[in-house]
């Protein structure tokens, strides 16, 4: 198939399955607190409607700056795609996606000039506390099988079964990073509620629709890397199923779950990365893991 | 027409065209790499500056005047 037909092929599919997960993820959430909650086609709808809003910038913005964040928002998930789901290549490209994801946080809360974006662009600084499980999970994966290439990672699981089995913890560490980037989250310290809509606040029509398409892709890359690397070759079947329950799981996390506080959530985040890390170190050094 | 109008025009052209270039044509990956990353953000966000909704005549000096409270 030509390359860039398989690219918007698969840009297409994020889109569309992100959003039906992340409405699937808010109705999971409704109903744990027994509200019927919205249609799971909300998400997609909501897109698709602010897309076509009216759009105003705020006299406080940077224009320039403010419309450049959210194509950057999208150029970062559509290098995810490719890196991820079209090319099957390096862990490190996906982490760096990460990497300018924060900084994407921190520009957009600081582009509008809104009081409520400036705390929420602080606040990614801290929650780049995020990264470095993610970062230790990379690395553990890297030790196990040699390489960092996701086809080369897919095809030692095929040989030597899943990675969840041999490095359980890592994949935890993983999770952890999932559990921080799903909507309402204990850790979504960006979005608390107390700072409106944080960073996105002032991102209203159009650029929030432009956005919403951003975490769309966002979430099913997230959720397409850690079914890959820890669960090994999975058909489509495989990946819709996994896809499904770890958006179940999370929403009954964060149903459940209150805001931490900033620090609280920084540290709970540093010490399950810690626990998980020298327990996998533990877990290589005594030979657990083959 | 303003300038974020002809802007978004120029753009929505280009990144039109980059696309189905590389649609039809077997370019190097890289370039096809280089068009993804930049022509369909640009593609879509251009698409969106031209298609959302406007404000009426007589609301668009309300929109501008829209007093400030100051942060």
Known sequence: ?290 | MNSQKIISIIVLVLSTIAILACLVINFDTWIVYAVAMFGIPAWILSLGLLTMAKPKPEDAEERIKEPFTGY
């Open chain 1, 1 to 290: 198939m030509n390359l860039m037909a398989n690219i918007l092929i698969q840009v297409i599919i994020a889109f569309l399955a992100g959003s039906l997960l992340l409405g699937l993820h808010r109705k999971i959430m409704a109903r744990v607190q027994r509200r019927p909650g919205p249609p799971i086609i909300q998400h997609l709808l909501h897109s698709l409607k602010f897309f076509f809003k009216e759009t105003g910038f705020p006299k406080t913005a940077s224009k320039p700056f403010y419309i450049g964040i959210t194509f950057i928002l999208a150029l970062i998930w559509i290098v995810g795609v490719i890196a991820g789901p079209v090319a099957h290549d390096s862990l490190l490209i996906l982490f760096g996606v990460y990497a300018v994801y924060k900084i994407v946080e921190h520009n957009s809360g600081s582009s509008s000039g809104s009081p409520y974006g400036k705390l929420s662009c602080v606040r990614a600084v801290l929650s780049a506390a995020t990264e470095l499980p993610l970062f230790a999970a990379i690395i553990f994966v890297y030790l196990v099988t040699g390489t960092m290439n996701i086809g080369e990672i897919i095809a030692y699981q095929s040989v030597h079964g899943p990675l969840i089995f041999s490095i359980p913890l890592a994949a935890l560490m993983f999770f952890m990073l999932i559990i921080t980037k799903s909507p309402y989250s204990p850790f979504a310290i960006t979005k608390d509620k107390v700072l409106i809509s944080g960073f996105e606040t002032e991102h209203y029509g159009l650029l929030r629709g432009f956005m919403h398409f951003s975490e769309s892709i966002a979430w099913y890359v997230m959720l397409w890397v850690f079914l890959t690397i820890f669960f090994g070759p999975l058909t489509a079947v495989g990946y819709l199923v996994g896809m499904i329950v770890i958006t179940f799981i999370t929403g009954f996390i964060n149903a459940t779950t209150p805001i931490f506080s900033p620090n609280h959530s920084v540290m709970t985040q540093i010490t399950v990365g810690a626990i998980c890390f020298f327990g996998t170190i533990l877990m290589i050094f005594t030979g657990v893991v083959a």
